[in-house]
């Protein structure tokens, strides 16, 4: 893939993060969504790739753009596999809460798992802890082990996990055995590599959320050399059924990070759309609005933060108003 990809990626997250702040507490996420996607596909329109949705919004039945297998880019250069939030948390900024982000990642064709819209059971850990969990390890068991990878006690980590009903036994038992616990009402890509950050106070991440953010934080991770495993938890025959249409011969295999993300390159990219452990949130002052991005590359590990400016009226097709 071509290296200047990953800044024609922040530009992506960038339109779709400035688009979406706007509807911030408004208590319309489906607004603010519509906002990210419109802002984001304005923009894939510029860049020069090849590229094929393998995770987007849905089905070309249900989503206008952005849907899986819609084609990208300007037709020419590097052919890639394209996974995309537009925005990942729109019940966050509907209700003015933390950490809602607007992210894409690609890889080399066929590199990315075709993750089927369901649920999937995650752990995520940072590089320290790579190889020292299991997803189906007791959970005293995975706490103890990246305690010990990250040199702390138990008592001082922290895991992250959705704030669900489905999560209550996972809880009982990270409180059992004695690690913290930081509960998010959505956005679990952000809590997924915020495990690789030390800046971000986040050791492990547990519990079940979308198989598409899986892959999502794959890509992250894998530029980290983080960790992410997960499995996928069909709820009834057809979603099953969906799983081996899409070429998953066993949904219930532990999925690791060979299965989620193949090959060596692939670049992640988000932009805060609200304010975050890791990312700022947009900020708007008159007709400018500021950014803060992070982008990051598997092939030579490199991780950028980027800081940004825009005048908003000198690009008035990239940015709903």
Not at 199 to 223: W, Y
Request: proline fraction near 4%.
């Amino acid at each position: 893939m071509e290296r200047s990809l990953t800044m024609e990626l922040v530009r992506v997250t960038e339109a779709a993060a400035i688009a979406s702040a706007r509807w911030m507490g408004y208590g319309k996420k489906n607004e603010a969504d519509e906002a990210a996607t419109s802002a984001m596909r304005k923009v894939f329109d510029t860049i020069p790739m090849r590229g094929t949705v393998v995770i987007g919004e849905g089905e070309m039945d249900e989503a206008p753009m952005l849907y899986i297998g819609e084609k990208l880019g300007l037709g020419y250069m590097p052919e890639v596999d394209v996974a995309v939030d537009p925005l990942e948390g729109t019940n966050i900024v509907a209700k003015g809460q933390w950490n809602a982000i607007s992210v894409v990642a690609i890889s080399e064709r066929g590199g990315l798992l075709h993750a089927p819209d369901m649920y999937m059971e995650k752990i995520a850990v940072g590089p320290k802890a790579v190889g020292k969990v299991e997803l189906d390890a007791p959970v005293e068991d995975n706490l103890k082990a990246v305690a010990q990878a990250n040199g702390k006690d138990v008592e001082d980590l922290v895991a992250v996990l959705l704030d669900r009903p489905r999560h209550a036994k996972l809880i009982e038992a990270i409180r059992k055995a004695g690690a913290r616990i930081k509960l998010i009402p959505d956005g679990d890509v952000a809590a997924a590599f915020n495990t690789a950050f030390a800046d971000t106070d986040v050791d492990i991440m547990f519990g079940s959320g979308g198989a598409p953010e899986g892959v999502l934080a794959a890509v992250a991770l894998k530029c980290l050399g983080g960790e992410i495993q997960g499995r996928l938890v069909p709820e009834d025959q057809e979603q099953f059924d969906r799983c081996i249409k899409m070429g998953l011969s066993d949904p219930k295999k532990i999925l690791r990070m060979e299965d989620l993300v193949r090959g060596d390159d692939a670049i992640f990219a988000a932009t805060g759309v609200t304010e975050g452990e890791l990312l700022r949130g947009v900020r708007y002052q008159g007709n400018q609005a500021h950014t803060h991005s992070v982008v990051m590359r598997a092939k030579t590990g490199t991780v950028r933060f980027m800081e940004a400016s825009h005048r908003l009226e000198k690009k008035p097709n990239l940015v709903l108003k």
